[in-house]
């Protein structure tokens, strides 16, 4: 089987501001010296993604963002391309998070479309998938899952998965301070990795599967014990470094 390296990506969401993005990245950089085994990666709000890659110079930190329009370039107001952001030497674009999902009513059909834009321009799609509470309580925590990623599948092939993102996100986590337990998300992870083996083996040993939702600097290190999470979407524990870092350092060493 493939070795997956884990990823932990910050989403900062909405929060920050030039210095903060400045003060944050200085301690994540402190923080994760020498720490090697888990690649880290970093959202900030588009708006900060100079003063990020200026502090972010000479790390291994990768840069990211928290979302790229299907449109290349044009008349297509407040929208951001995927030039634009490898213009910042972004590289991990989360797509399809729940937010988005809801507040902008993006459809299953949209994410696939901005997956495939992230992949012809070279860039990491970072699929988030996950069901909501009423959802999980109906039993319908797989039916979505599958939903989302065959939106990818059926528009793309299963090969666009090759060097690509999941991350699984059950809605009624995110934010709530009630992190799926580690059995639980295992549970799912397997359940989207046969998904896509069913398509292809070699797609899904590859494919790197983070989970999100609540995840700390408490319990990250229980999660990472399951042999499908490969890492972890981190948001509110992504805004302070030391907490930051005892997730990526978990990451390194359960992985190792
Ligand atoms: P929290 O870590 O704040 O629950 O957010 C998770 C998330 O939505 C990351 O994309």
Redesign the pocket.
Known sequence: MAVRKPLVMG?WKLNGSKAFTKELIEGLKKELQGVTGCGVAIAPPVMYLAEAEAALAGSEIALGSQNVDINLQGAFTGDISTAMLKDFGAKYIIIG?SERRTYHKESDEFIAKKFGVLKEAGLVPVL?IGESEAENEAGKTQEVCARQIDAVINALGVEAFNGAVI?Y?PIW???TGKSATPAQAQAVHKFIRDHIAAKSQAVADQVIIQY????NDANAAELFTQPDIDGA?????SLKAPAFAVIVKAAAVAKA
């Open positions: 989403n998070h988030c991350a996100e986590a995110i934010g999100g939702g609540s995840v979407l981190v948001g509110g524990a």
